[in-house]
């Protein structure tokens, strides 16, 4: 694996920026800090991960009350907090619940009514909050939707627009690019760095409308998938544990039918392309 072909190097003669770059892993994926949340902190964000699948629409008062069923006690404030900390969004139009960048980088929604009937017509960009055994990190992933394959994707401790930009030139330097890339209006998306990224390879920018995540439905059901199947079973002790095993999850993916599509992601991607 890439990830082990720098970590078994104990006295590396090249420098691990240097290492990464030559082997296309963001330098975010190797480091991994615990994020300076209390333990009880951690436990809340974890369970409004899980609840937010079953509940897409559960905000601050429906988070409260969930948290409030199980015995834990937690002011408003502090719920929406830990939802922005854990990029938690329900799916209805609100103020403040998402970090929004400049209204100017704010794009139309391009895939309303429109026929996906190729590989790299439309891709679709998110960002989600992984639990870890200690701490959490950010995953970052693109998925094509019409073969539902996974074009790329990253690992980072930050929110920051960086790690967006990472996954997004090493899909296209893997796959090729495709007409449209979506994405919602978080603050990683509607930045100058990002627009700027599409504009020059020539690529439509695409984004939800706001509190629309349905609009971005199927890396949303992505989503839902790994973690059920993978994250929440496997809690990483470190980020070179979780590295890993999203790597052999998303493998697996690629080579099993999908319901949606009836077909193995990868092979409906490769025998199209």
């Keep these: 694996m890439k990830m082990e072909l ?3 190097q104990k006295e590396p003669t090249i420098s691990i920026r240097t290492q990464c770059e030559l082997l296309d892993i963001p330098r975010s994926s190797l480091y991994y800090k615990p994020i300076g949340e209390k333990k009880e902190n951690l436990e809340i964000m974890q369970l409004m991960d899980k609840h937010i699948l079953e509940e897409p629409t559960a905000g601050v008062l429906t988070m409260q009350s ?3 069923d199980k015995n834990i006690k937690a002011s408003y404030e502090r719920v929406r907090r830990l939802m922005r900390k854990a990029n938690i969004r329900p799916i209805y139009p609100r103020r403040h619940l998402t970090v929004l960048g400049e209204k100017k ?3 139309p929604y391009l895939l309303k009514g429109l026929k ?3 590989p790299n017509q ?3 960009i998110d960002i989600t909050y992984i639990p870890m055994h200690k701490g959490f990190m950010y995953l970052t992933a693109i998925i094509d939707v019409y073969s539902r394959a996974i074009m790329a994707w990253g690992l980072s401790n930050t929110l920051d627009a960086q790690a ?3 996954v997004v030139k090493q899909a296209i330097k893997i796959n090729g690019k495709p007409e449209i890339l979506n994405s919602d209006q978080g603050s990683q998306f ?3 760095d990002y627009v700027e990224l599409l504009k020059k390879e020539n690529i439509k920018i695409s984004m939800d409308g706001k509190g629309r995540a349905l609009d971005n439905i199927y890396i949303e059901r992505f989503w839902r998938t790994i973690k059920y199947q993978h994250i929440f079973l496997n809690p990483a002790q470190d980020g070179v544990t979780l590295y890993q095993g999203i790597q052999k999850w998303i493998e697996k993916y690629h080579h099993k039918n999908h319901q949606g599509i009836n077909q193995k992601p990868i092979e409906k991607y490769k025998n199209a392309a």
């Design 164 to 166: 967006s930009l990472e």
């Design 116 to 118: 996906i009937e190729r």
């Design 105 to 107: 980088y704010v794009y």
């Design 6 to 8: 720098i970590l078994l």
């Design 190 to 192: 509607t930045c100058l």
């Design 122 to 124: 439309v891709w679709e």
């Design 66 to 68: 969930m948290l409030a």
